[in-house]
């Protein structure tokens, strides 16, 4: 089993920026890949920020250039450093971990984004 525990949603206006962090705990010697979703109201959940279990990084095309995801040094912990927030980036994030073929998610974090 893994725990995952999101922080740093909030209320920002555009342009500004965040930064979420999410920290895994229990079975974290097997988690293969993290990354960050968003779901925004009334559309799907969908990628923004990912680790692939070899280590590289993708990123959702609508936030290139304005998103960065990056690892502490202990492993467990994802964060997902936002800049230039646009209105559009309004959603929960969720935090997202790959265990063999399972996904666990955190209880996400809201952040919103006003124009």
């Known amino acids: 089993q893994v725990r995952l525990v999101e922080s740093g949603g909030g209320l920002v206006q555009a342009g500004e920026s965040l930064r979420l962090s999410c920290v895994a705990s229990g079975s974290i010697v097997i988690i293969r890949a993290m990354g960050w979703y968003r779901q925004a109201p009334g559309k799907q959940r969908e990628l923004v920020a990912g680790?692939?279990?070899?280590?590289?990084?993708n990123y959702a095309d609508s936030v290139k250039g304005r998103f960065t995801i990056s690892r502490g040094s202990a492993k467990n912990m994802v964060y997902l450093q936002m800049n230039s927030l646009k209105a559009e980036d309004t959603a929960v994030y969720y935090c997202?971990?790959?265990?063999?073929?399972?996904?666990?998610w955190g209880q996400g974090t809201q952040v919103t984004v006003s124009s």
């Open positions: 997202n971990a790959l265990v063999g073929p399972r996904d666990f």
């Open positions: 680790f692939t279990s070899g280590g590289s990084t």
